[in-house]
Each structure stands twice: as structure tokens, then as C-alpha cells.
């Protein structure tokens, strides 16, 4: 399984999202880091986290995937905590780690980064979402909000890595089935405005179902597209399943 990533600055003065991706282990790991922008040294924050956590998970020998990426994740948290000691700042990333080997998809997540399933003309997201959206999307269903109020409101996040403790960890503790012909999306929250919406766009079916070229490439085009004014950092990490064989 082979990754492929793109990345855009936006609006926004620097970039403050990070990645990893590499085989590790006869699999594949990829790592999707924000920097909490607003605050010092995001960026440096989310670089110390992605290159942590990539270079712990694949030091460990162990079987044990729960337990490898719980501890991949406490070391780029320890990252993330010595940054901040050694600049006299706070601030702080969201992390989203995916592990693919033998048809399963492994991941931990900590923040709103999404992790997208395409299968099947499908778009579904898989991992939690730890910003107040989530809570907001309550208010969504009960007719007090509207999607797009959520969408804009939301993004206060209600667990990242600080160098602290970690309020809410998504971690799977059994591997996901994959299926031949699936499509793996990891991002930041700049590709909201194009994924994260109710209802695909006819647009962004085709491009999605598109076998030629890179995922990752079209999908933060597509972001550019939207020429929003206030458009934040993407990052694209696309990971295909061949459609004849699990790899």
C-alpha cells in the first residue's frame, strides 16, 4: 500500500500542520499533526509530535498494536511538552495515526483531524471528533443550529496533545476489515468546507472514485478551488487498497 500526500498553506501566514508516512513492519503508518493555531509555536508542535510518534511506533517490536500506538502517542506528547519547556510557551497539536497491515486499519486520534473511509460510494468518517462540532451536531439533529453554524462554530477543541494529560483518545481496540478498492483519507480540518459536508457534491463523487493520479493532489486542489477567504493549512495523506488483494 503506497501513500500519497499533498499539502496547502491556505490563507495563513505559515503551516502549521505536520505528517509522517512510511512502511513500518510490513505495513503502512501514516500520521496527520494540526498546531493549534492562535497559539505560540504550533507549528513546532506539530512537527515535534508527527516525527515522535512515527519514529516510536516503529522502534517497538511489539505485537501488541493497541498498546504500540498508546505508547507512540505518549511519546509525541512528551514531544510536545519538551517544545514548550524549552521556549516558555503553551499551545499544542491534534494527532491522528492510522496503521494498515493485513486487510486491518489500526488508529488512534486525539482532536478533530479526520480519517475518511471511501467504499463503495460512500464517504464515512471513522474516528471521534474532540472538538465542540460534535457536541454542536446535538443541537443540529434537535433543530437548534443549522449544519453550516456548527461547521463554523465548532472548532474549539476539547482534547489535543499540550505536553499534559490527554482528555479523550479514540483507539479502536480490534482492527477495522478493509475491502479491496477502498480509499483511506487522513487530513486536517482545512478540508472541512469540502468533505465534511451532508451531501457530496457530483464534483467531488467523481473525484473520488478517479483511479488516475494522486488522491491527495485532487483533493487539496479541489480546497483551492473553494478560494475561501479565510481558508486554514491542508494536509492530504490518501492510502488506496489495490482491488485485487488486501494488502
Same mark, same amino acid.
Given at each position: 500500500?503506497?501513500?500519497?500526500?499533498?499539502?496547502?498553506? @491556505?490563507?495563513?501566514?505559515?503551516?502549521?500542520?505536520?505528517?509522517?508516512?512510511?512502511?513500518?513492519?510490513?505495513?503502512?503508518?501514516?500520521?496527520?499533526?494540526? !498546531?493549534?493555531?492562535?497559539?505560540?509555536?504550533?507549528?513546532?508542535? &506539530?512537527?515535534? =509530535?508527527?516525527?515522535?510518534?512515527?519514529?516510536?511506533?516503529?522502534?517497538?517490536?511489539?505485537?501488541?498494536?493497541?498498546?504500540?500506538?498508546?505508547?507512540?502517542?505518549?511519546?509525541?506528547?512528551?514531544?510536545?511538552?519538551?517544545?514548550?519547556?524549552?521556549? @516558555? =510557551?503553551?499551545?499544542?497539536?491534534?494527532?491522528?495515526?492510522?496503521?494498515?497491515?493485513?486487510? $486491518?486499519?489500526?488508529?488512534? &486520534?486525539?482532536?478533530? &483531524?479526520? $480519517?475518511?473511509?471511501?467504499?463503495? #460510494?460512500?464517504? $464515512?468518517?471513522?474516528?471521534?471528533?474532540?472538538?465542540?462540532? =460534535?457536541?454542536?451536531?446535538?443541537?443540529?439533529?434537535? @433543530?437548534?443550529?443549522?449544519?453550516?453554524?456548527?461547521?463554523?462554530?465548532?472548532?474549539?477543541?476539547? &482534547?489535543?496533545?499540550? #505536553?499534559?494529560?490527554?482528555?479523550?483518545?479514540?483507539?479502536?481496540?480490534? @482492527?477495522?476489515?478493509? $475491502?479491496?478498492?477502498?480509499?483511506?483519507?487522513?487530513?486536517?480540518? !482545512?478540508?472541512?468546507?469540502?468533505?465534511?459536508?451532508?451531501?457530496?457534491?457530483?464534483?467531488?463523487?467523481?473525484?473520488?472514485?478517479?483511479? !488516475? !493520479?494522486?488522491?491527495?493532489?485532487?483533493?487539496?486542489?479541489?480546497?483551492?478551488?473553494? *478560494?475561501?477567504?479565510?481558508?486554514? *493549512?491542508?494536509?492530504?495523506?490518501?492510502?488506496?487498497?489495490?482491488?485485487?488483494?488486501?494488502?
Amino acid at each position: 500500500m503506497e501513500a500519497h500526500v499533498a499539502q496547502w498553506l @491556505g490563507r495563513r501566514e505559515k503551516q502549521e500542520d505536520a505528517y509522517a508516512a512510511r512502511p513500518v513492519a510490513g505495513g503502512m503508518l501514516a500520521v496527520v499533526c494540526d !498546531g493549534m493555531g492562535g497559539h505560540c509555536f504550533g507549528d513546532c508542535a &506539530s512537527r515535534a =509530535a508527527a516525527t515522535a510518534f512515527a519514529d516510536a511506533f516503529a522502534a517497538q517490536e511489539s505485537a501488541d498494536l493497541t498498546g504500540r500506538l498508546q505508547t507512540a502517542l505518549e511519546a509525541a506528547n512528551a514531544a510536545v511538552r519538551s517544545v514548550y519547556e524549552s521556549q @516558555g =510557551a503553551f499551545g499544542g497539536t491534534t494527532l491522528l495515526a492510522v496503521f494498515t497491515r493485513r486487510g $486491518l486499519l489500526h488508529w488512534i &486520534s486525539v482532536g478533530d &483531524s479526520p $480519517l475518511y473511509l471511501w467504499r463503495m #460510494g460512500r464517504l $464515512l468518517r471513522l474516528n471521534a471528533d474532540h472538538s465542540m462540532r =460534535a457536541v454542536f451536531e446535538r443541537y443540529v439533529c434537535a @433543530g437548534g443550529m443549522t449544519l453550516r453554524e456548527a461547521q463554523r462554530n465548532g472548532h474549539m477543541l476539547r &482534547s489535543a496533545l499540550t #505536553g499534559s494529560r490527554i482528555p479523550l483518545v479514540d483507539a479502536p481496540s480490534v @482492527g477495522y476489515p478493509l $475491502l479491496p478498492g477502498d480509499r483511506l483519507i487522513l487530513c486536517t480540518d !482545512g478540508t472541512d468546507s469540502l468533505l465534511a459536508q451532508g451531501v457530496l457534491l457530483p464534483e467531488l463523487r467523481d473525484l473520488l472514485n478517479e483511479r !488516475g !493520479g494522486s488522491l491527495a493532489a485532487h483533493l487539496v486542489e479541489a480546497c483551492r478551488e473553494l *478560494n475561501e477567504e479565510h481558508a486554514d *493549512n491542508v494536509t492530504v495523506i490518501t492510502l488506496d487498497v489495490a482491488f485485487s488483494t488486501v494488502q
